[in-house]
C-alpha cells in the first residue's frame, strides 16, 4: 500500500512564482525522499531529507520534514518552464533503512505556465 | 558511466508470451529495484535485492520473478504476461543519498 500521499494531485501556476507541494505518510520513518519525472521518462532523485533534519535546501529546491505530524513539504522558487514535471515523495518501504525499497505517493503534477 | 540501464525501451507481447526485462547499473551499488508504475500511479515495488545473491518480494511481485546475476545486473522476467501487467517497468539501484532509475520499459500486453 502507498505510504505517502502528495497534495495537490495537480498544480498549474505561472513562470516565476513558487510552487509548494505536501506529503503525508502514515509510519515512522528514518528519511524521506522527493523525485521529480519528466512525462515518459525515469525518475530523477531531488533531495533526500533525514528524519533528524527539519530543513534541508538544494538549489531552488527546499524541503521541510515535520516528524511529528507526518508530513513533508517541496518548495520550489522562482519556477521556470523547465520545472514542469510530476513530483512524487518516497518513503523507506519497511524497516526504514532504504535498502529494501521505497513506497510512493501519486505525484504532484506541476504545470509552469510560460 | 552510463548510471542505470534498462532494456527493451518498448515491448509489446501477446497474453501467455513470455521475457525478460534486462537491468545493469555501473556504479558498484549493493542493492537494485524493479518496480511498475500504472497511468497516474506512483512506483510500486515489484522485488528487490540487497546485495548480490539476495532477492526478496515486494509490494506486487505477483507474476514475475528475478534474478540477480551478479552485483551489475537485476533481471525481471514475466513468465506468461498478463494485460493486467501492462505498465512501464523501472529498474533503480541504491545510494544511501538517494536511490538512481532507469529510463524505463514500456511493455504493453495484448
Known amino acids: 500500500s502507498q505510504q505517502g500521499e502528495e497534495d495537490p494531485q495537480a498544480l498549474s501556476i505561472q513562470e516565476g512564482e513558487n510552487a509548494t507541494m505536501n506529503c503525508s505518510y502514515k509510519?515512522?520513518?528514518?528519511?524521506l525522499q522527493w523525485y521529480r519525472q519528466n512525462s515518459g521518462r525515469g525518475l530523477v532523485h531531488l533531495i533526500l531529507?533525514?528524519?533528524?533534519?527539519r530543513e534541508k535546501h538544494s538549489g531552488r529546491l527546499r524541503v521541510t520534514l515535520d516528524t511529528s505530524k507526518k508530513s513533508s513539504s517541496l518548495l520550489i522558487t522562482a519556477s521556470r518552464a523547465a520545472d514542469t514535471a510530476s513530483y512524487f515523495c518516497a518513503t523507506p518501504m519497511y524497516s526504514g533503512g532504504g535498502a529494501d525499497g521505497l513506497t510512493f505517493g501519486k505525484g504532484t503534477h506541476l504545470i509552469i505556465q510560460p | 558511466n552510463a548510471g542505470v540501464t534498462q532494456t527493451p525501451k518498448f515491448q509489446v507481447l501477446k497474453t501467455g508470451q513470455s521475457m525478460t526485462l534486462q537491468c545493469a547499473q555501473d556504479m558498484n551499488h549493493n542493492s537494485m529495484y524493479w518496480y511498475r508504475q500504472d497511468p497516474g500511479m506512483g512506483l510500486r515495488l515489484i522485488y528487490y535485492s540487497a546485495s548480490e545473491g539476495t532477492t526478496d518480494k515486494g509490494e506486487v511481485p505477483n507474476g514475475y520473478n528475478v534474478s540477480r546475476l551478479n552485483k551489475r545486473e537485476f533481471s525481471l522476467r514475466l513468465e506468461s504476461a498478463a494485460p493486467s501487467q501492462t505498465s512501464v517497468y523501472f529498474c533503480?539501484?541504491?545510494?544511501?543519498?538517494?536511490?538512481?532509475f532507469g529510463p524505463g520499459t514500456r511493455l504493453t500486453v495484448l
Open positions: 533503480a539501484s541504491g545510494r544511501t543519498s538517494g536511490d538512481l
Open positions: 509510519t515512522s520513518i528514518n528519511n
Open positions: 531529507i533525514r528524519s533528524n533534519e
